[in-house]
T-cell receptor
Framework: AQKVTQAQTEISVVEKEDVTLDCVYE???????LFWYKQPPSGELVFLIR????DEQNEISGRYSWNFQKSTSSFNFTITASQVVDSAVYFC??????????????WGLGTSLAVNP | DAGVTQSPTHLIKTRGQQVTLRCSPI?????VSWYQQVLGQGPQFIFQ???????GRGNFPDRFSARQFPNYSSELNVNALLLGDSALYLC?????????????FGPGTRLTVL
């Protein structure tokens, strides 16, 4: 079965703390893609990163970094020196091709991050 | 460049009514996908269209239908509304249907069914 699990429902931190959002996935496919999206209170989903299953290099973008480990089927997201503007719901998602060779995007339930001043 | 636009922003309907939601993709994008997001949950895939053809369908009843127009804009129709249809409906556009084609989301239409 294809599944994305974000075990942390809510996280609350104080500004400038580092915070890691966990994402564990299940898939039978050897080729797949993982994503992180941010959903601020306005509701619009904002694309953060895409990683394919053949590229396990970690990535850093400013205060954001991602750790992809196929051995543990995890794709964790770390925010360094968090800021109030980082407060949002963060979704991890997985793309696979279904039986009709069409892609399907499966989402985790999201982690609500509150960064307090 | 303009992002994905959706209309209306908010909508209130009563049970049994029908609703049409609209989406305009980013210029140059040929694929539109629709998602339903119930409060507190992740988005659930409803449909994907590419070049006016349906390319994917999620586990939603036949009351849900969609279409894509020659200019790649799309409409989502929901008939015989139920209370459980109350949700944020998100439209996402992408260049194509490849997994490497990132989906960019619109602000959504919040539908309330009374």
């Amino acid at each position: 079965a294809q599944k994305v699990t974000q075990a942390q429902t809510e996280i609350s931190v104080v500004e400038k703390e580092d915070v890691t959002l966990d994402c564990v996935y299940e898939t039978r496919d050897t080729t797949y893609y993982l994503f992180w999206y941010k959903q601020p209170p306005s509701g619009e989903l904002v694309f953060l990163i895409r990683r394919n299953s053949f590229d396990e290099q970690n990535e850093i973008s400013g205060r954001y970094s991602w750790n992809f480990q196929k051995s543990t089927s995890s794709f964790n997201f770390t925010i360094t020196a968090s800021q109030v503007v980082d407060s949002a719901v963060y979704f991890c998602a997985l793309i696979f091709l279904n039986a009709g060779n069409n892609r399907k995007l499966i989402w985790g339930l999201g982690t609500s991050l509150a960064v307090n001043p | 460049d303009a992002g994905v636009t959706q209309s209306p922003t908010h909508l209130i309907k009563t049970r049994g009514q029908q609703v049409t939601l609209r989406c305009s993709p980013i210029s140059g994008h040929k694929s539109v996908s629709w998602y339903q997001q119930v409060l507190g949950q992740g988005p659930q895939f409803i449909f994907q269209y590419y070049e006016k053809e349906e390319r994917g369908r999620g586990n939603f009843p036949d009351r849900f239908s969609a279409r894509q127009f020659p200019n790649y804009s799309s409409e989502l129709n929901v008939n015989a509304l139920l209370l459980g249809d109350s949700a944020l409906y998100l439209c996402a556009s992408s260049f194509g249907t490849s997994p490497t084609d990132t989906q960019y989301f619109g602000p959504g239409t919040r539908l309330t069914v009374l």
